[in-house]
């Protein structure tokens, strides 16, 4: 999933040990746009962690994968980013507006208003 979002709050990085050897990670705030912006919590973990680019204040694009799981009958959801850039330093290409060059235009309208509705199509 990818999200182009603004970036409100960078939490502290907690670290730890595990069996696979020492553990990091950061949780990150969003903020969405729109009418009804919603404050989004995304962890980084690892190399993932690029504090050059966690600056409050700019709008990112996140890539992530939403997993949850169960433990003791409650059920967690953790938004993991893979990949996390400033808006536009990778900008997909836009979809062309209506007009643009290579686009068809809207077919005709059919009008059905001398149909006698005798033909079937079976």
């Known amino acids: ?15 730890g040990m595990g069996k696979n050897g020492e553990w990091r990670k950061q949780n990150i705030i969003l903020e969405t746009d729109g009418m009804y912006p919603k404050k989004v919590c995304i962890t980084l973990w690892g190399d993932k ?40 330093a990778a900008a997909p290409a836009a979809a062309p507006a209506y007009g643009a060059p290579n686009q068809a235009p809207p077919a005709a309208p059919v ?7 005798d033909d079937l199509p079976f």
Do not use: C, H
């Open 1 to 15: 999933m990818e999200l182009t979002a603004k970036l409100i709050q960078v939490l502290p990085i907690q670290t």
């Open 49 to 88: 962690i690029n504090e050059s680019v966690l600056q409050v204040g700019s709008i990112l694009n996140v890539s992530f994968d939403a997993e949850s799981r169960e433990y003791n009958g409650n059920w967690y959801t953790d938004l993991r980013a893979w990949k996390i850039e400033p808006a536009g």
């Open 111 to 117: 009008d059905f208003s001398g149909d006698d509705g």
